[in-house]
């Protein structure tokens, strides 16, 4: 693995495939295009590419790391030094080469902003080999066998949650950058080897960046995936590449799997406010439930910007506002759920609140939660009972099932992206899947393409992960077309067009 030795990186941000891209295999090398698309026509991709049989041994490529090249200790040291290699800040390198080149560096590791055979790759060593060092330290983070951020994160309570910044998680991405910018100079320079070397450690980043449960931690993962995919599409592309069927195929599926971070965020209504977490069964002073109303009304507004939800008033009004407009609702919404009578009567006003507060936030994230849990084509569902459930809990409105301190409804709204996120990930993975197997039955078959994907018998052919049913695919004469359509239920389209190379 020469790749340690060689040059590295650039920063850019990832524009996913909602763009064109055109890739045309020449005999030197392919070549990448990306043209935003406008309206609601499907990204194209057309891939000239070489007929490609499966490795020998079939595992010659892997993009994981393997459990006996793994070794004790935590990956997040690794990407610290890194960050900070030899006394100088990783930024510090990156401000030096946005100075010496300008915009397009930010623009060359990925073909969505410069080409493969328009890289200027002399200048692209100059300013990978700034990262040479930093190459072997995340090198040595992705043969780590844990990652742990030393945050806490399960520990910390109160408003300082949702205010946590993340730093090192944002820094990955510009790791992330850099690594692909040394796996697209590689693919430029015919070191497939090294290319795929890269990829390895740049998927293995986007794990160890999820390690976190926060959802920025996990999309920011996917993310850096996702640009690694970019590069890999800029590898099959060139003429020879080995086939990575059965590297793709090894990924773990999903690659990050959001469902942790999506519980942990369903649960950071009771988080922020751990007074309502036990409010069924602990005993307070009807002063003490008081002060602690007065403290989550200032957080809240804290955390939501709304300051005319408590206005300027002390917090204690705030309480007394709340308990006038809301007491009555709340008792008899308790007497309603099974509480005895009597038990509600004697009740500290502020316990009353606070059990009802709970229990209609808990109807809202576990129904955002059932979403999670289904499979993908039934998620629809369940997220539209979750969104009835929030638009009919918005506060100071009459409906029983409204919020009276409105935690769910500043809180929870965002996390029904989140599994969409992943989704789309896999859908790129299986697709790229497919294509090499496309390839392969091509080595096969006298360089023919297939009719149908049900005449590709080499090896299995992926499904829609999102459907859960076979890709679109069909042949336009030389051209095989697979489609990823809107119809999935995702907020883009995607059309390969995969043609033979002469």
């Known amino acids: 693995m020469n790749v340690l030795s060689q040059p590295r990186r650039v920063p850019r941000q990832s524009r996913g495939l909602t763009v064109l891209v055109l890739l045309l295999a020449s005999a030197a090398q392919a070549e990448v295009v990306w043209i935003e698309q406008d309206g609601d026509e499907p990204a194209t991709i057309k891939l000239t590419v070489t007929p490609a049989p499966e490795a020998v041994p079939p595992f010659k490529h892997r993009l994981t790391v393997q459990p006996l090249d793994e070794k004790p200790g935590n990956a997040a040291l690794w990407y610290f030094r890194a960050l900070s290699n030899e006394g100088k800040d990783f930024k510090d390198y990156v401000r030096q080469n946005r100075e010496e080149f300008g915009e397009p560096y930010d623009e060359w590791n990925h073909p969505s902003g410069v080409p493969l055979k328009e890289l200027p790759l002399e200048n692209v060593k100059k300013a990978f080999a700034l990262f040479s060092s930093d190459v072997r330290n995340l090198h040595e983070a992705s043969l780590r066998q844990e990652c742990d951020w030393d945050r806490g994160i399960e520990s910390i309570t109160g408003p300082g949650l949702i205010m946590l910044l993340l730093p090192e998680i944002q820094q990955m991405r510009e790791l992330a950058r850099m690594v692909n910018l040394g796996a697209r100079l590689a693919v430029a320079e015919g070191r497939l080897d090294d290319a795929i070397d890269l990829l390895r450690i740049n998927y293995r980043m986007a794990q160890h960046t999820a390690t976190e449960p926060f959802l920025v931690s996990q999309l920011v993962g996917i993310a850096i995936a996702g640009v690694g995919n970019g590069v890999l599409v800029d590898l099959i592309g060139t003429p ?259 043609t033979i190379a002469p």
């Open 240 to 498: 020879d590449s080995p086939n990575l069927y059965w590297a793709l195929t090894e990924l773990p599926s999903p690659l990050i799997d959001m469902r942790t971070s999506i519980r942990f965020e369903l649960e950071i209504g009771q988080r922020i406010f751990p007074f309502l977490q036990d409010a069924e069964t602990v005993t307070h002073s009807p002063d003490e439930w008081r002060l602690m109303w007065g403290q989550a009304l200032v957080d809240l507004t804290s955390l939501s910007d709304r300051a005319s939800f408590t206005g300027n008033l002390p917090a204690q009004f705030g309480f007394v506002g709340l308990s006038l407009t809301n007491y009555s609702h709340a008792k008899r919404s308790l007497i309603e759920w099974g509480f005895e009578p009597e038990r509600v009567e004697q009740m500290p006003v502020g316990q009353a609140l606070a059990i009802y507060t709970k229990r209609i936030y808990e109807r809202i994230s576990q129904s955002y939660e059932k979403a999670v849990l289904v499979p993908f084509t039934d998620a629809d569902r369940f997220e539209d009972e979750a969104r009835r459930l929030v638009d009919r809990a918005r506060p100071f409105s009459d409906g029983p099932d409204r919020e009276i301190f409105p935690v769910a409804a500043n809180l929870l709204p965002a996390v029904s992206a989140a599994r969409n996120a992943q989704v789309r990930i896999e859908r790129e993975f299986a697709a790229l899947r497919v294509i090499e197997a496309l390839r392969m039955h091509a080595a096969e078959n006298d360089s023919e393409l297939p009719n149908k994907l049900n005449e590709v018998t080499c090896v299995p052919v992926p499904v829609n992960p999102v459907t859960d049913q076979p890709f679109v695919y069909y042949r336009e004469g030389k051209t095989a077309v697979l489609e990823l359509p809107k119809s999935d239920g995702l907020h883009y389209a995607v059309r390969y067009e995969i």
